[in-house]
């Protein structure tokens, strides 16, 4: 006797909550980036986002983490390989223990027992260019803005103003369709 094939409906899945609220995008990005950052070997992809605050700004400049590589089924004691750029692999070979102590600090176990060091360009990240030199604003202009709190929002508007005012053509608005 054949038991008959089961028809039953999977049950959906609940809606997630929503907060109805902003949400700040590195909250967002640490769930997106997970997967490809264990891909690549890395427990947490702080120790990326947080490089500088780990092991300080002097030494962020010269180095980038590049993965975690563990013993065979253990999450303690691995290899962790940075990227060191130019002359500056001497001085961090020399200061590797104080580096894998302070990521092990960071971790909160002993996630690091020694360095692998490679050769290569760090990339650093870009500065903001500042803008352009423009003219200076109107009164008019300047009066219209005086009465804006918030200072980000009216240096952006002072900008936006002021790009306006240094462009000799007038600006056109048109019907988008």
């Known amino acids: 006797m054949t038991k008959p094939p089961r028809t039953t409906t999977p049950k959906p899945r609940p809606e ?13 990005l640490g769930n997106v980036g997970r997967a490809t950052f264990r891909k690549f070997g890395f427990v947490q992809h702080s120790i990326v986002s947080r490089w500088s605050e780990i092991v300080g700004e002097r030494y962020a400049r010269v180095s980038a983490p590049e993965s975690i ?48 060091i490679r050769h290569g360009d760090v990339k650093r990240p870009e500065k903001p260019v500042p803008p352009p030199s423009l003219k200076p604003l109107s009164e008019e202009m300047g009066a219209s ?15 936006l ?16 369709d």
């Not at 803005?145 to 900008?159: N, Q, S, T």
């Not at 462009?167 to 048109?174: A, C, F, L, R």
């Open 16 to 28: 997630p909550q929503r907060s109805n609220r902003v949400q700040p995008v590195s909250d967002l």
């Open 161 to 176: 103003a002021a790009g306006v005012a240094a462009s000799d053509e007038k600006p056109k608005i048109g019907r988008i």
């Open 69 to 116: 590589r563990f013993p065979q089924g253990k999450r303690a004691e691995g290899v962790l390989h940075l990227l060191v750029s130019g002359a500056h692999a001497p001085m961090m070979q020399h200061i590797a223990p104080e580096i894998v102590d302070r990521v092990n600090r960071f971790f909160g176990y002993p996630a690091v027992a020694r360095l692998a």
């Open 145 to 159: 803005l005086r009465g804006i709190v918030d200072p980000e929002l009216k240096a952006v508007l002072e900008a």
